[in-house]
C-alpha cells in the first residue's frame, strides 16, 4: 500500500509538521510505502518539497507532484495556516483534483475549535465535502462539526486520538540544562502567543513560590519571527518586574528534538494554562515522558486529562496555584500521574497504535473487487 501525505514537514517548526514526521515513520514501520509532498523547507527519507505557503499555484504544484508517486491514497494534513491565503482555501482545488481522477482522500482537521468562526466552518464544510474520510483527535470535535455539517457529512469524520513516542525521560536533564538540580520545575513550554496565556503563571507565580519555595519556573519557547512580538515583550517585562523573577528562567532560541525532550525531562510539573486550544502536541510529549500535567479547562486539554488521570485541569487562578503546589509536595502523588501518563501512551495513544488505526483507514478506502481469482500481493 503507498500513502502520499501533502502536510508541512521538518526541519519546518510546526506541530503539524512533526506529527506527520511521527505517524509516517510509524507507517513505515509497518511496512506502508509513504511519500510526502510538503512545503518548501521539508526535508527527509521520500520528502518531496514542492510548494510554499503563499503560492497562488499551491494546489497545482502538490497535486502535480503527487500523482508522480501513484499513491492509493492520499493523506492531507489540515491546518488553517498551512495551505495559502483567505484561511488556506488552496486546499479545496487540491481535494477537487484528487477526486477527479479517483484517488481516495483522507483529511486529517488539527484545529476544530469548539466555536467555529464562520470562515473556518466554510473551509471545513468544503473539506469534508470533497474527502473520503475526516480524521479528527478529540470526541468534542465530532460534537461540533454536527452543528456545522449535514447528517450526510458527517459520517465521514472519524476520531484518532494524537499519538505519543514510548520514551524514557533524559537523564540528569536539569544538570544539562544548567538548571539547579535541588530545585522543583515547573515549565511552560511551546510558542509565544496570547493563546497559550504563559502570563498567568507569571503573575501567580510569587504565590507558588511562596507555598512551595524550593521551586522556580521555567519557560521555554520563542515566536514564529514577528509574530506575537508585543506579547512576547510584554511577558519578559513581566517576567523582568516580578518580585520573584530571580526563581524564573528563560530558555529562548531552537528546541530541536533533543534540547526538547531535555526540557520536558527536565519538568517536575508541566502547566497549560491554554485559553483556547483545539488539541495539543506538547500535551501528548508531556504524556510520554510521565510528566505530571496541569491544564485549563480547554476542552482539547481538559478531555484527555480526564482518559489518562495524569494530571489536573483548572477553572481559577487559585485552582492552578493549589494544583502545582499539591503536586510538588506530594511525591507519592507526582508518581501516580506520572505512571498514569505513561500507561496511557502504551495502551492507547502510542504511534504504533495510532498507525494501526490509520491503516484500517486506508484498507477501507482502496477499492479493491472481491471476485474469486487468485492475486499475489506485493505488499
Known sequence: MRIG???????IECGVATYT??????LRKKDIDVYVVCHIGGEGHQVFPSFDYEDGDLAEKAYSTMIRFTPDVVHIQHEFTLYGKHFG???????IDF????????TTLHTVYPEPKREHAIII????????CV???????????????????????????????????????????????????????????????????????????????????????KTRGQEYKEYRDMLLDLIASSPVKDNIIFIRGQLPQQIFDTVISSADVVVLPYKMTSQSGILAHCLAFGRPIVVSRSPGLEN????????????????????????????????????????????????????????????????????????????
Open 304 to 379: 484527555v486529562i480526564k482518559e489518562s488521570a495524569a494530571g489536573i485541569s483548572c477553572e481559577r487562578e487559585k485552582d492552578f496555584v493549589e494544583a502545582i503546589v499539591r503536586i510538588l509536595s506530594d511525591e507519592g502523588y507526582a508518581k501516580r500521574l506520572s505512571e498514569n501518563g505513561k500507561r496511557y501512551v502504551r495502551e492507547k495513544i502510542s504511534w504504533s497504535i495510532v498507525a494501526e488505526k490509520h491503516i484500517r483507514i486506508y484498507e477501507k478506502l482502496i477499492n479493491i473487487p472481491d471476485v474469486n481469482i487468485r492475486i499475489i500481493s506485493t505488499e
Open 135 to 221: 480524521i479528527v483527535h478529540e470526541e468534542y470535535q465530532v460534537e461540533t462539526l454536527k452543528r456545522i455539517l449535514s447528517d450526510d457529512l458527517i459520517k465521514k469524520v472519524c476520531v484518532i486520538p494524537h499519538g505519543a513516542r514510548e520514551v524514557e525521560p533524559v537523564s540528569d536533564a536539569k544538570r544539562r540544562l544548567g538548571l539547579p538540580e535541588d530545585k522543583k520545575v515547573v515549565l511552560m513550554i511551546g510558542y509565544i502567543r496570547p493563546s497559550k496565556n504563559f502570563d498567568l503563571i507569571v503573575r501567580l507565580f510569587p504565590e507558588i513560590l511562596e507555598r512551595y519555595p524550593d521551586s522556580i519556573l521555567v519557560i521555554a519557547g
Open 99 to 106: 477526486q477527479l481522477i479517483g484517488i481516495p482522500v483522507v
Open 89 to 95: 482555501v488552496n486546499i479545496i482545488p487540491l481535494l
Open 21 to 26: 514526521q511521527y505517524l509516517t515513520d510509524a
Open 125 to 132: 464544510r468544503s473539506i469534508v465535502m470533497n474527502s473520503d
Open 5 to 11: 501525505f501533502i502536510s508541512s514537514y521538518p526541519p
